[in-house]
């Protein structure tokens, strides 16, 4: 008897290919008919449709990663009486409606499948939130009403159309494209956790702060409720066509790199492992694949985004690029947080260290203007450029932080999760401010500390020593007050 498994591989109604594994050896090969059409991709620009048959651990591992990950595998895994290293399996449960244009179908599945189906499943989104606080997690909501978990990362979250004049979400049941993304707060083990219930409005804070300073980040939303917060993010890989869904291709930088979740880090967050892909193998990347000769600025920015606020989960499988139709370009910035809030805590639940080594260096507060120096030299672009970067963000964000705090209280309601908000801008302009002192004092912008670009008025050496380089403590301030 065969010990063959097959899955295929669909994007809209074609077919992209199979997978055959035998004893842990994975092969894709393309259909015949998706190397023909004009509407094909590559899976990935390692994984070429100008060859027919790819294997090995590119094709392994760029499945791997269309799964979830941790916990939330181990609990599918049990739910589904199944192995929770059985990419098949897992895959067969999880694979209809995965990030970008791919569908993953048994070959059972794939007989009965129905193109086109509109079947929804409709709640209230107060409902959902309610269903989530009663079944514990989003995980296991989804499941209690017999709908399959799709997408991958650590975190508890659902795939899901947002209908918000309706105040509606639905889950398309047989394969349907979903439009958004929806994480719900975490929920604290103890006191010293507390802060990480605030876990869904970190998400929102800094990623509406994000889309004032990078050059593009999907929309956010916010729901409120006495149950659970939901943080809600427009997908970006789905294009709404009158009534119709158009899902777009992206993957991943561990996909690009054809290694397995686990690596995603080249640092984590306890600074306990070290992995080999790290900011020069993505520039490389970025520059030889990306079609948007902007991309490669972008990506500087983004670093020095995360850097400032302390979104210290930068990982491999937080950047990903997206079909143009004739190539790649990088996808939106996305799962933005500032994990440095959740140590303003009683405890330390994480080291402090970046998910990039920066000249040899990742905990924070190590990080210094020669690490930048040593990192631009590196990578051989002009030696000042982080500093410069980190300059004109500081300023940036120091600008925009009062206004993402008047945004965002039209927006929120709750008298805890306005604290909240304000508690996380503060940290986070507190954070720029530390880091954009100690990497610029000792450069050429130290003079600028003297005068207030904002206002030039002089300032005075205590006010200065205390402001974000550049930019007096008037704006600073209104946030911290
Ligand atoms: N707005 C978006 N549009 C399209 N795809 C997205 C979007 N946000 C995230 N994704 C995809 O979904 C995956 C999981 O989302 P996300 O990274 O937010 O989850 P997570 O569980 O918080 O991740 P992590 O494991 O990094 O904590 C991402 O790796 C990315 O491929
Ligand atoms: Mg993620």
Redesign the pocket.
Known sequence: MSNERKLIITSGEKIVGDIIEKDGDFTFKYDDSWIGSKESFDMSPKIKKTLKIHSGNQIKNFLENLL???T?RKRIAENNKTDDKDIIKLLEITGRDA??ALQVYSEEDFKNLKYKSSEVHTISIDELATGIKREGSALNYITSVGLKPS???????I?CRYDKANKTISFPTNGGATT??L?PNSVARDTHHKLLELSALN?LVSMRLAKKILSNV?S?CFYESTERDLFI??????MVEKTDIKRIH???FCQYFGIG?AD?YEVSNSGGSIGSYGIKKLLEAIRDKSEESLDVDSFLDWIIYNYLIENT?S?L??I?MISTGSGFKL??Y??M?SVGFYRDGAIFLFDNHFAFLIGGVSKMNDIGDHHWTLLAKDLGLAQGIFLEKIKNMSIKISRDLPEVYNELKKEITNAKNLKGTEKILKYIGTSVKEKSYRCLINTKYKNIREKCLECDKALSTKTASKSVLGIGPECLMKIEK
Do not use: M
């Open positions: 979830p990950e941790g939330i990030a970008g997408l991958s990362g650590a975190q508890d979250k795939a958004h993304i994480k998400e999907p956010t993010v427009e997908r970006y890989d789905r992206q993957f991943d979740s995603k989960d990982h499988k937080n990903s996808a939106p996305y799962d947080t």
